[in-house]
Each structure stands twice: as C-alpha cells, then as structure tokens.
C-alpha cells in the first residue's frame, strides 16, 4: 500500500491530453513539494517535474506539473507512442525529515 | 555532471546479507541527504532508506527496519546499504539517489543494482 494513491491506469490516443493525479495528505504533499517521474523498463526513473510544477531542462513542455492542497496532478499533452510508460508522483513524509514517499505509479497507454 | 554508480548485488539465500555501495561524483556529496529506493519485478517504485547529509539522521521503511542500515562515507563520497536478513522480498533493483538541493539542483538516480535473494 503505497502512502500516495495514484490511479493504476490511464490511456489517450495520440495526440491528446490526459491528466495523472496523485493524492497525499496533510503529512506530505499538503507541507511539501511534489516531483515526478518516468519510469520505463530496464531503467532508472527519469525526472519530469520537480518542485510541483517545474521543468528539468530537456523535458519538453508537453509535460506540466500542478499542485493544490494534497494533491498534484501531471499533465501531458499531444500525446505520443514515446510517452507509454509508467510514472510515478514523489513527496516527502513531514514526521521523517528528508524521507520520501511514493505514490503506486500510473500506467500510462497510448492507444 | 552528477554521477551515481551502485554496486554490490547479486544473488544470496535467504537469511544472508550484501553490502551495496553508491559512488557519487560531480557534486558536492557531503552536502546532500542521500536516499535508497527499490524496485520488485513487476512492482512500482517503493522507499527503502534516508540518510542526512552528515549522517546524523537515518530513516527507514517499515519492510526494512531493524534489518537494513544505512550509512555514508563523506570522505570517499559513497553510500552504502548494510543488508542482512534477506527475504525474498527483499528481491529487487536497488536505486541510490541525490535529494533535490532546491531550484534547479536537480534530484539524480544511479543504475541501479539488481539483487536476488533466492534458495
């Protein structure tokens, strides 16, 4: 049982906008800051948002981050083949200073 | 560049123990609170263990409590991962990772190491 609750799947066809939530508490994302992630098979997670709504540089800006109260979402627009994977929404637990907390990940399908 | 190479995994039997390391490189290491995250076949991302930047402060996951520890060496820029008690549970691929810094002081993810704890 992951502490943030993601839906386990979504799916758009190309070209389209879909929106991935992330719900937590007042223990976490209610006093902190929201990153996201993309995860593709074989491997390491890559960094999409950080700080809520921020940009790495190189990630483009179809990806957007938002966050309101305990809950964050990401969006992706102009959907592409390239975007099916897997992300994952990351917090920190307020009581554990410096602790993360991971939501269960969301399934994403291009169909 | 930021860099994060684990090492240290592989195969034991249940009831053992690995030491996995994490050699960091083009930051400042011991500036930063350093984390380990894991990942089971066919599982989502899960939270291992915390360490502050001088080790004065160490957290866990219940899963692996009293069982893993955590430490760092600033002087050699590593992070390691004391695993005992191995369960099969426990099989999985083990992250290191860079806290975010603020701003664009990004958060940083090594390879990732693979261990299997099987009889």
């Known amino acids: 049982q992951s502490v943030l609750t993601q839906p386990p799947s979504v799916s758009g066809a190309p070209g389209q906008r879909v929106t991935l939530s992330c719900t937590g508490s007042?223990?976490?994302?209610?006093?902190?800051?929201v990153h996201w992630y993309q995860k593709l098979p074989g491997t390491a997670p890559k960094l999409l948002i950080y700080?809520?709504?921020n940009r790495p540089s190189g990630v483009p800006d179809r990806f957007s981050g938002s966050k309101s109260g305990t809950s964050a979402s990401l969006a992706i627009t102009g959907l592409q083949a390239e975007d099916e994977a897997h992300y994952y929404c990351?917090?920190?637990?307020?009581?554990?200073?410096?602790?993360?907390?991971f939501g269960g990940g969301t399934k994403l399908t291009v169909l | 560049q930021v860099r994060l190479v684990e090492s240290g995994g592989g195969v034991v039997q249940p009831g053992g123990s690995l030491r996995l390391s994490c050699a960091a490189s083009?930051?400042?290491?011991?500036?930063?609170?350093m984390q380990w995250v894991r990942q089971a076949p066919g599982k989502g991302l899960e939270w291992v263990a915390f360490?502050?930047?001088?080790?004065?402060?160490?957290y866990y996951a219940d899963s692996v409590k009293g069982r893993f520890t955590i430490s760092r060496d600033n002087s050699k820029n590593t992070l390691f991962l004391q695993m005992n008690s191995l369960r099969v549970e426990d099989t999985a691929v083990y992250y290191c990772?860079?806290?975010w810094g603020g701003g664009d002081d990004y958060i940083a993810w090594g390879q990732g190491t693979l261990v299997t704890v099987s009889s």
């Open positions: 990351q917090s920190y637990d307020s009581s554990r200073s410096g602790s993360w907390v």
């Open positions: 007042s223990s976490n994302i209610g006093p902190g800051v």
């Open positions: 700080g809520d709504n």
């Open positions: 083009g930051f400042t290491f011991s500036k930063y609170g």
């Open positions: 360490i502050r930047y001088d080790g004065s402060n160490k």
């Open positions: 990772a860079k806290d």
